[in-house]
Nanobody, 130 residues
Framework: QVSLLESGGGLVQAGGSLRLSCAAS????????MGWFRQAPGKEREFVAA????????HYADAVKGRFTISREDAKATVHLQMSGLKPEDTAVYYC???????????????????????WGQGTQVTVSS
């Protein structure tokens, strides 16, 4: 079993920055995907960013491209989401997610889908005030 623990959320003014972290523990895989999703009140959970372990290629939702950066620390089994230029519309609960092993072709098509990911963290609240 895999456990994911997010941290780093909080309250920030518009234009500010936050860094979220997601520490993974438990069973280890290769060729898996890691992603960040977010869910605002009354809205569906939406894709934010992702990458496939072992690849340098990252993917972002259009709404955060150029402002958010996903990165990892292999030795610590930790994934980060650096968020800058935050806007009130970025307010949401942010979730870290991890898949089981994926074929590259599947990942390249399905990385934005919630159904691609098998393990989820409990979420961390990000609130951006105007």
């Amino acid at each position: 079993q895999v456990s994911l623990l997010e941290s780093g959320g909080g309250l920030v003014q518009a234009g500010g920055s936050l860094r979220l972290s997601c520490a993974a523990s438990g069973r280890t895989f290769s060729n898996f995907a890691m992603g960040w999703f977010r869910q605002a009140p009354g809205k569906e959970r939406e894709f934010v960013a992702a990458f496939k372990w072992g690849s340098d290629t990252t993917h972002y939702a259009d709404a955060v491209k150029g402002r958010f950066t996903i990165s990892r620390e292999d030795a610590k089994a930790t994934v980060h989401l650096q968020m800058s230029g935050l806007k009130p519309e970025d307010t949401a609960v942010y979730y870290c997610a991890m898949s089981k092993p994926l074929l590259p072709a599947f990942y390249s098509q399905m990385y934005p889908s919630r159904r691609t990911y098998d393990y989820w963290g409990q979420g961390t609240q990000v609130t951006v005030s105007s």
